[in-house]
């Protein structure tokens, strides 16, 4: 079925080109949907992994720490313009990466598969861009 769909997109733009519509890539989304759903290997093959993944997610996240804090000791000269609006960043960005450090730990612990969907998506709402 893919392989047919792949083919349909490279005739699409050719000369002779084909519309394709939101319909065409439903078949095979249903397909995908199917086998991810009916399928206990991939919740066994997470449930193997998922310490792996998230003890690497946690090193990451407290090696950044670290070398935000050693960034911060060997700077040169201390910030002389310091603003109030800069502390209260500086309070969220700490709150923000607490709580994913903690929801990482909790996801490490915790044993319930409905549990750790919950902790997954908090931990994707706590993370802060940049």
Not at 37 to 59: F, N, T
């Amino acid at each position: 079925m893919l392989a047919s769909f792949s083919r349909l997109l490279k005739a699409s733009r050719g000369p002779n080109s084909v519309r394709i519509g939101w319909l065409v890539p439903l078949p095979g989304l249903v397909v995908v949907l199917d086998v991810s759903a009916d399928c206990p290997d991939v919740d066994a093959w997470y449930l193997r992994q998922r310490r792996l993944v998230l003890g690497g997610m946690l090193g990451a996240n407290v090696a950044s720490w670290v070398g935000q804090i050693v960034l911060a000791l060997t700077l040169a000269a201390p910030e002389l313009h310091a603003t109030k609006s800069d502390s209260v960043l500086k309070a969220i960005s700490t709150a923000t990466g607490l709580a994913t450090v903690s929801v990482l730990i909790a996801l490490l612990l915790v044993r319930y598969p409905r549990l750790e969907v919950a902790l997954l998506l908090v931990s994707g709402s706590t993370e802060t861009p940049g």
